[in-house]
């Protein structure tokens, strides 16, 4: 009996800590990204949340390579939303994201592996390279101060 107890309260416990697991990783991968922005920028002088946010709305125009055809203007909201913390919908193909705060979404940024790999992939798409690891990490701690869904 007394082990089933202590069973469960440590089911409990570790179900709890799993709440917020994914804002801590997400805090550690930020922290990550800030020790690489430091050790190559001299003028490096912290994540920027604010700069986070610019960067996550900021439209880029799609570069196609055929200047007659310039393509569309995209930002990461566009696909995102303007705010992470609500569900997003792929501009292509319709289908719904989940929301990309890990505040409000425990499965984000959980794995290094995995951010490294959609930034990789998103930046390039949008931004038409690779984003540093100080936007990187701007991005997350913007990410992590969004809390709130819109009411809808
Ligand atoms: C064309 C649509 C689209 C745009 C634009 C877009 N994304 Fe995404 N993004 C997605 C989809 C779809 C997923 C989620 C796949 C999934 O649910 O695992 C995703 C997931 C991510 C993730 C994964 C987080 C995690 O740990 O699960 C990161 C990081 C990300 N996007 C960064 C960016 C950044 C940075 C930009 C802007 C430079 C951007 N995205 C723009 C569609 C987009």
């Given at each position: 009996m007394k082990v089933t107890k202590y069973m469960l309260f440590a089911l409990l416990s570790v179900s709890s800590v799993s709440a917020y697991a994914d804002a801590i990783t997400a805090q550690k991968i930020a922290d990550k990204y800030a020790a690489t922005a430091k050790a190559v920028d001299p003028s490096y002088v912290g994540l920027s949340a604010e700069e986070g946010k610019t960067f996550f709305n900021r439209e880029v125009i799609q570069f196609k390579g055929d200047v007659n055809n310039p393509g569309k203007a995209i930002a990461?909201?566009?696909?995102?939303?303007?705010?992470?913390a609500d569900p997003g919908k792929h501009i292509v193909t319709g289908k719904a994201i989940k929301p990309l705060s890990p505040v409000v979404?425990?499965?984000?940024?959980?794995?290094v592996k995995d951010v490294e790999k959609k930034f990789t992939k998103h930046c390039n798409e949008v931004v038409g390279s690779d984003c540093t690891p100080q936007e990187k990490g701007n991005y997350i701690a913007y990410l992590l101060t969004e809390k709130t869904p819109s009411k809808k």
């Open positions: 990461c909201a566009s696909c995102h939303t303007s705010n992470p979404n425990s499965k984000r940024f959980s794995s």
